[in-house]
Each structure stands twice: as structure tokens, then as C-alpha cells.
T-cell receptor, first 112, second 111 residues
């Protein structure tokens, strides 16, 4: 029973490029969450999605960031025109709808 | 305040007890959680407590909940070097899985 799978594990982008982060939830989980962890800081909530719906995007920057969780396939967090300040670890978590969240190992984004 | 709050650092000697404290925001949270993050890894659920409980014990871990003060603590008995990690407190204020995390307490265990 695979856990939450995130890829890539590490992603390097130059300023102005696009970053796409993927997350496959645990089997049977239909709720996906994205969090950002900046160096020496805690986790900051970004967005909560269910299949084909964004439930809460109150933590997402208004520009350049978008997320989706299509009917088929993984959830995608997309960052357009990346800047150095976007460098962080991005964690995805999933749940069946109630109870604890289960986290992936994260994608470390480095913007040069 | 509006944030889940934790002290950022804790250092103990191997074999001592560690106590990590957390203040949360919403008394309606049904569950409160402790997660552990080891270097370079994601968060692992360590334990949780139901809001109508005062205490929960699980082997070396003891969780204490003071609902009146919205205070949660995690005690690790006989702390080992393998316990060195960042520990996150989390609440689910809307009971809809929209969790809010503290900044994490970095526990360092010295031999």
C-alpha cells in the first residue's frame, strides 16, 4: 500500500521558468492538501482540493500559483515565472476525508 | 492569537524526558495531532488526542491536553538520539481536515 507519492524529489529552476510539482495521494484518499515549508520555518497551508474541486485556496498566493486535482491522475501544483523566494520544500498530504493527514516526502524546489 | 504556537528549539540529554508544548487556537477542534519530521523527510503522524480526553499514553509518548487553556504537550520519556527531529503540533479548527500547523519544535538530543 504505497503512501503519498511526490515527484520530483528535487526540482531546480531558473528565475522565470515554470515549476510543476506532482502528488499522488494514498489509495482511497480523495482529499489532497499542499503545504509549503520555508527554511527554518514551519508548514504553511496553501490549498485543499478534492477531485476536480478546489475547497480552500486561502493560503495560495494570488498570482503565479495554481493547483488542480483532476478526475484522473495526480494533483499538480504549478508555479509560473518562479522567483528566488519560491525556493522551499513543498509537501503534499492526503486523507480519506476525516482524521489525520498523511504526508509525502516533499519536493525541494530550488530557484537559481 | 490566530496561529498555533510552539517554542522553536529544545535540547535534552539522552535518557532525559522531553516536553514539547503547543498552544492552539480553536477549542472546537475535535482532534489535535503531533507530527514528527526527520531531516529531509515528510511529516509522519506520531500521535493524536481526541478533544474530550485529558491525557493519552502510547509507549514512551504522553500527550496532555488542557482545553481551558488550549494547551497541548508531548512528553517523550527516555529520549533517544533517534528522537532528534522537528515536532509539529496541528489542529483541525473546522473539523474538515483543513489542518493548521505550528512552526515546529526542533528537538536535539545530546549523547
Amino acid at each position: 500500500n504505497a503512501g503519498v507519492m511526490q515527484n520530483p524529489r528535487h526540482l531546480v529552476r531558473r528565475r522565470g521558468q515554470e515549476a510543476r510539482l506532482r502528488c499522488s495521494p494514498m489509495k482511497g484518499h480523495s482529499h489532497v492538501y499542499w503545504y509549503r515549508q520555508l527554511p527554518e520555518e514551519g508548514l504553511k497551508f496553501m490549498v485543499y482540493l478534492q477531485k476536480e474541486n478546489i475547497i480552500d485556496e486561502s493560503g495560495m498566493p494570488k498570482e503565479r500559483f495554481s493547483a488542480e486535482f483532476p478526475k484522473e491522475g495526480p494533483s499538480i501544483l504549478r508555479i509560473q515565472q518562479v522567483v528566488r523566494g519560491d525556493s522551499a520544500a513543498y509537501f503534499c498530504a492526503s486523507s480519506p476525508g476525516t482524521g489525520a493527514l498523511f504526508f509525502g516526502s516533499g519536493t525541494q524546489l530550488s530557484v537559481l | 492569537g490566530e496561529d498555533v504556537e510552539q517554542s522553536l528549539f529544545l535540547s535534552v540529554r539522552e535518557g532525559d524526558s522531553s516536553v514539547i508544548n503547543c498552544t492552539y487556537t480553536d477549542s472546537s477542534s475535535t482532534y489535535l495531532y503531533w507530527y514528527k519530521q526527520e531531516p529531509g523527510a515528510g511529516l509522519q503522524l506520531l500521535t493524536y488526542i481526541f478533544s474530550n480526553m485529558d491525557m493519552k499514553q502510547d509507549q514512551r509518548l504522553t500527550v496532555l491536553l488542557n482545553k481551558k487553556d488550549k494547551h497541548l504537550s508531548l512528553r517523550i520519556a527516555d529520549t533517544q538520539t533517534g528522537d532528534s527531529a522537528i515536532y509539529f503540533c496541528a489542529e483541525d479548527p473546522y473539523n474538515n481536515n483543513d489542518m493548521r500547523f505550528g512552526a515546529g519544535t526542533r528537538l536535539t538530543v545530546k549523547p
